[in-house]
C-alpha cells in the first residue's frame, strides 16, 4: 500500500494525464475538421472550441481515482471509480521515451502523446486464474466457445478501430464476479494500425503468445492479434498453458519458435481444432481475419444450440461431449 503522500503524487499525475489526453483530442480532431486548420488550431489553442465527446471517450470529470494499483514500464494501473461504475484505468507512461512502443507509434517526436484506458473493474481475475481453477476437469464445451466467442469480438472490434493489441493472453482478459462476462485489458502495448507495416517494432509481447513475424522482428499487421487468439483458443479449451513441456532456450529458439505449436488433443472437435490451426498459421496472409473467426465459432453455437432441440441430429449428445465429428456421430455417449 502506498502512503499518503505516494497517494497524492498518483492521483494528480493521473489527473494531469487526463486533461492533458482531453486537450489533445480535441486539437486532433479540431485539426481534421474540413475548416481552416490554422483558425481551428488557434480555436483549439484557447480553449475556445467544443466538439462532440466520441462514444469511447472518457469525460474526466467523471472519474474519481482511489488508488494506484499496479505499475509497468510503459503503464500504470489505477482504480477508480467512473459515472459511479467500479473502475480500472491503465495511463500509458514515458510516452516521450523513444523506447517506449507507444511513443514509437508517434514516430518517436519528443511530442508528449499521453493515453488513458479506461474498463469496468472486474473482480473474479483473469481468464488465466479461471483456467487454472479448472485444469483438472477441464470447461464444458459450451463454456469453452462462449468465452472464446467474447474474447473473438472484443478482438474484431478492436481491429474494425483499426487497433491492434499485441499481448493478448489470457492474463489480459478478466472476468466478472459470475465468470460470464469477458473483458480484454492491458493496453500498455496496443498501438493503432500504420499504412507502414514496417514501422510496427518486434518482439513485442508474450513468448508462447506472439507470432512468429513479431518475434522475427518483421512487418506484421493486426493478424498477429488472430495468431495469439489461436493460442488463446487452445488454452481456454485444455485449461493449460501452452508450451509447458519446453524450456525457455527452446520457446526462445528462432527455428524451434517459427514451428512450434500446441498439440491438440484427439477429443477436441474438429471444428474448433480447424479454427486453432488456422490462426496460427505461420503465414499472416493464411490466417482468418478476427471478423471471420467470430462467425466460425457462431456457428459452432448454432450447431449447439441445435443440439438442445428435439429430434435434432445433435439432442443424442451429453453436456461434457467434445466431438462434433464425423456428421455430429460421436462415441462418448
Given at each position: 500500500m502506498m502512503n499518503g503522500a505516494k497517494k497524492k503524487v498518483a492521483?494528480?499525475?493521473?489527473?494531469?494525464?487526463?486533461?492533458?489526453?482531453?486537450?489533445?483530442?480535441?486539437r486532433?480532431?479540431?485539426l481534421s475538421d474540413n475548416k481552416s486548420g490554422a483558425a481551428a488550431a488557434a480555436a483549439a489553442a484557447n480553449g475556445m472550441v467544443t466538439r462532440r465527446r466520441e462514444e469511447w471517450e472518457i469525460d474526466p470529470r467523471k472519474l474519481v481515482v482511489k488508488q494506484l494499483i499496479g505499475r509497468g514500464t510503459y503503464a500504470a494501473v489505477h482504480l477508480g471509480t467512473y459515472d459511479g461504475q467500479d473502475v480500472a484505468g491503465a495511463v500509458i507512461l514515458n510516452t516521450s521515451d523513444t523506447n517506449n512502443p507507444v511513443s514509437r507509434q508517434a514516430g518517436g517526436s519528443n511530442q508528449e502523446l499521453v493515453c488513458c484506458v479506461v474498463a469496468r473493474y472486474h473482480s473474479a481475475g483473469t481468464l488465466k486464474s479461471y483456467l487454472e481453477k479448472h485444469r483438472r476437469k477441464k470447461l464444458r464445451?459450451?463454456?469453452?466457445v462462449k468465452l472464446s466467442l467474447q474474447l473473438g469480438r472484443g478482438l474484431a472490434y478492436l481491429h474494425s478501430?483499426?487497433?491492434i493489441h499485441r499481448d493478448i493472453k489470457p492474463e489480459n482478459v478478466v472476468l466478472d464476479a459470475d465468470n460470464k462476462e469477458l473483458k480484454i485489458i492491458d493496453f500498455g502495448v496496443a498501438r493503432a494500425e500504420p499504412k507502414n507495416t514496417g514501422e510496427m517494432g518486434g518482439q513485442i509481447g508474450t513468448i508462447g503468445y506472439m507470432a512468429p513475424e513479431v518475434f522475427a522482428s518483421k512487418p506484421y499487421d493486426s493478424k498477429c492479434d488472430v495468431y495469439s487468439f489461436g493460442i488463446c483458443?487452445?488454452?481456454?479449451?485444455c485449461c493449460?498453458?501452452?508450451?509447458a513441456h519446453l524450456g525457455f532456450s527452446h520457446q526462445t529458439s528462432p527455428v524451434v519458435y517459427k514451428s512450434v505449436r500446441p498439440e491438440i488433443p484427439g477429443n477436441c472437435p474438429e471444428a474448433l481444432a480447424a479454427i486453432m490451426k488456422q490462426c496460427w498459421e505461420e503465414e499472416p496472409?493464411?490466417?482468418?481475419?478476427?471478423?471471420d473467426v467470430v462467425s466460425m465459432l457462431e456457428a459452432i453455437v448454432d450447431l449447439l444450440n441445435l443440439a438442445k432441440t428435439e429430434n435434432s441430429p445433435l439432442s443424442f449428445?451429453?453436456?461434457?461431449c467434445s466431438c462434433l465429428r464425423s456428421h455430429f456421430n460421436c462415441n462418448n455417449t
Open positions: 492521483m494528480a499525475d493521473l489527473k494531469k494525464s487526463l486533461d492533458q489526453l482531453d486537450r489533445h483530442l480535441d486532433a480532431l479540431m464445451l459450451r463454456k469453452v478501430r483499426k487497433l483458443l487452445w488454452e481456454i479449451y493449460e498453458a501452452p508450451f496472409a493464411k490466417r482468418p481475419a478476427m471478423e449428445l451429453p453436456a461434457r
